[in-house]
């Protein structure tokens, strides 16, 4: 049987949910009982994991086939997948809450590769993960240490010993701690065989941002695939004493660990972590870019490729990234190196790249030619505020605003809705420059008006603008989406308000430097895009980012643009004109 595809795995598990609510049994019935049946056939003598087991599950037909597919896997592989397989099959709310989603084995061997190469010793100090459900990183580091002692002839009872004592892992959900410490015990088979004992590990249930404190300071190496959703109120004020100096709003829980790594880390300590993207650019990332500066040394950013195929029932972009906390004595350091992975795990370098230690974003390039792009953007002092723009998000919250709203222009008048305006959505944006607004009801049900009561209501923009897509995907071909809200559509309805899922640069300077449909023009230029990709790390264009985005020198754009060429050459011209950017670089550039 070959390796499951996402749709054949979506598959086995809804057989087995409709298997657990035949036999009214739970999810830790189900793993514990197939992972009970699997050491059974393949690891005779281990002692059960401290799962529940239901025999009588094993007389179904899907489960005997989820069974046979596990026994066909390497132990890694079909560890993630019965550990994904558990994760799927709890309550979705829960799920979502400990965010369980798993690394694939291939990305756990090219991080541990990574740290090798760093000079990580796997027969050598301490080794954590703070999040191990599954053991995805445990397992694999256990077989290398196992590796690496063999080869200096050490006895089955010493490795045991060794691994027992050296490597160490913790997680919120019991579940899974029985899982992990079950899957170590098949990873090191052999040597439980030959050493006629089983060793215990140290796999610790609990909260590694409460219950951790005691070890700040003590580990030698740190792996972690942390969760990632957005935290609470309460969890924040419970966090804040550890983290005060990384909390900004309401983070996401996986920055938390980030820090927590740090903090755990010994001096010189290293740590490989498996996160989104998003803690490389999004405001409320600041502090914690800020912390990362100053406290540790960013080795080097592997940017996987594939967004769909990482994790399970998650799209997301990922990031593998590698970190060194900084002695006292070691120099402060502002680059890093920066590959793209493959799913399969293998990467191409792309070259180094500068860290601002200014809790700006961090541009990292996702191509080797933008390590060039970036190299000559970084001498322009030019922001969107320097054309004359000023960037806004969209204020209108179509699901908690409470205002009245018309479906079309006939509707406004027909209420006699004076202060009626229009309101943009992103599904008006098209692409081109292009505003698609008649006042006619849509098709989609969107309100086409908003009455704010008062035409000089803040919310309401009465400049012409550039409005864009706020939610784009770097799998789109341009991730900057504008149109142009010009002063004749002004005239007629007399302003607009923005949706939020839109965002608005409006002109604030009776002259800029780029009226409004050069403007949305110079947003949708290849050279910006490519720009824009390295600094965002998120689906959202957010107007943090906006405001970082580096841009032409506008007197030197306009020089160009009077020769007769077009903004899209111009902006090219403008970027690389005086740089020492070689040939090749140019041509793929387009230039």
């Given at each position: 049987m070959s390796t499951p595809t996402k749709p054949s795995f979506s598959l086995h598990i809804r057989e087995l949910r409709d298997v657990l609510k035949r036999r009214n049994a739970s999810p830790a019935a189900m793993v514990g009982t197939i992972l009970h049946a699997w050491c059974t056939q393949a690891y005779p003598g281990l002692t059960s994991a401290e799962l529940p087991?239901?025999?009588?599950?094993?007389?179904?037909?899907?489960?005997?086939?989820?069974?046979?597919?596990?026994?066909?896997?390497?132990?890694?592989?079909?560890?993630?997948?019965?550990?994904?397989?558990?994760?799927?099959?709890?309550?979705?709310?829960?799920?979502?809450t400990l965010a369980m989603y798993f690394t694939p084995p291939s990305l756990t061997e090219r991080l541990l590769g990574d740290l090798e190469m760093q000079g990580v010793s796997f027969d050598n100090g301490s080794f954590f993960d703070p999040a191990c459900g599954g053991a995805a990183f445990l397992a694999p580091i256990a077989h290398r240490m196992q590796?690496?002692?063999?080869?200096?002839?050490?006895?089955?009872?010493?490795?045991?010993?060794?691994?027992?004592?050296?490597?160490?892992?913790?997680?919120?959900?019991?579940?899974?701690?029985?899982?992990?410490?079950?899957?170590?015990?098949?990873?090191?088979?052999?040597?439980?065989?030959?050493?006629?004992?089983?060793?215990?590990?140290?796999?610790?249930?609990?909260?590694?941002?409460?219950?951790?404190?005691?070890?700040?300071?003590?580990?030698?190496?740190?792996?972690?695939?942390?969760?990632?959703?957005?935290?609470?109120?309460?969890?924040?004020?419970?966090?804040?004493?550890?983290?005060?100096?990384?909390?900004?709003?309401?983070?996401?829980?996986?920055?938390?660990?980030?820090?927590?790594?740090?903090?755990?880390?010994?001096?010189?300590g290293v740590c490989g972590l498996v996160t989104p993207t998003s803690f490389l650019s999004e405001q409320y990332f600041s502090k914690l870019r800020g912390l990362l500066m100053k406290e540790a040394q960013v080795l080097s950013i592997g940017m996987v490729s594939d967004r769909s195929g990482v994790f399970i029932d998650v799209l997301q972009e990922t990031a593998l990234t590698l970190l060194r906390r900084k002695s006292r004595t070691r120099t402060s350091q502002t680059k890093a190196f920066v590959s793209v992975v493959s799913r399969d795990g293998s990467y191409l370098n792309v070259g180094s790249c500068v860290l601002p230690n200014s809790g700006s974003s961090w541009p990292i390039p996702r191509t080797e030619t933008d390590v060039f792009l970036l190299k000559n953007a970084a001498t322009s002092k030019f922001r969107i505020k320097d054309y004359g723009y000023a960037v806004r998000i969209g204020t209108f919250v179509w699901n908690r605003d409470k205002r009245p709203v018309y479906m079309s222009a006939a509707e406004v008048k027909r209420r006699k809705a004076r202060t009626a305006v229009p309101l943009l959505w992103s599904s008006d944006i098209k692409s081109g420059g292009i505003l698609r607004f008649d006042g006619a009801k849509k098709e989609n049900g969107e309100p086409?008006?908003?009455?704010?009561?008062?035409?000089?209501?803040?919310?309401?923009?009465?400049?012409?603008?550039?409005?864009?897509?706020?939610?784009?995907?770097?799998?789109?071909?341009?991730?900057?989406?504008?149109?142009?809200?010009?002063?004749?559509?002004?005239?007629?309805y007399g302003g607009f308000v923005g949706e939020n899922h839109t965002v608005i640069l409006e002109q604030v300077v009776a002259k800029p430097a780029l009226m409004p449909k050069q403007m949305a023009e110079l947003l949708g230029c290849y050279v910006i895009?490519?720009?824009?990709?390295?600094?965002?790390?998120?689906?959202?264009?957010?107007?943090?980012?906006?405001?970082?985005?580096?841009?032409?020198?506008?007197?030197?754009?306009?020089?160009?643009?009077?020769?007769?060429?077009?903004?899209?050459?111009?902006?090219?011209?403008?970027?690389?004109?005086?740089?020492?950017?070689?040939?090749?670089?140019?041509?793929?550039?387009?230039?």
């Open positions: 087991v239901k025999r009588g599950l094993l007389v179904d037909v899907h489960v005997k086939t989820f069974l046979s597919m596990l026994r066909e896997q390497s132990l890694l592989d079909a560890a993630y997948w019965l550990s994904s397989a558990y994760a799927l099959l709890r309550e979705d709310v829960y799920r979502k590796v690496a002692l063999k080869a200096q002839g050490a006895s089955p009872r010493k490795i045991l010993t060794y691994v027992e004592k050296n490597l160490f892992g913790m997680d919120v959900d019991s579940a899974l701690c029985a899982l992990s410490h079950q899957f170590l015990k098949m990873a090191l088979y052999e040597e439980i065989r030959a050493a006629r004992r089983e060793p215990t590990f140290r796999i610790m249930p609990g909260n590694s941002l409460c219950d951790l404190d005691v070890f700040f300071g003590s580990i030698d190496v740190l792996v972690c695939n942390p969760p990632y959703r957005k935290t609470n109120k309460k969890e924040i004020e419970k966090y804040r004493d550890n983290f005060d100096e990384v909390i900004e709003g309401q983070p996401n829980i996986y920055g938390l660990f980030i820090a927590l790594s740090i903090k755990l880390l010994k001096q010189n086409c008006f908003v009455d704010f009561g008062d035409m000089a209501h803040r919310s309401i923009i009465r400049r012409a603008s550039v409005i864009l897509q706020r939610v784009t995907s770097n799998d789109q071909s341009c991730r900057l989406i504008p149109s142009v809200v010009s002063k004749t559509f002004l005239k007629k895009d490519r720009y824009f990709r390295c600094i965002s790390g998120a689906t959202n264009v957010s107007a943090f980012e906006l405001s970082q985005l580096s841009l032409p020198d506008p007197a030197q754009l306009k020089h160009f643009l009077a020769r007769g060429v077009s903004i899209e050459v111009a902006s090219r011209m403008a970027v690389f004109e005086c740089s020492n950017i070689p040939v090749k670089a140019r041509s793929e550039l387009r230039i």
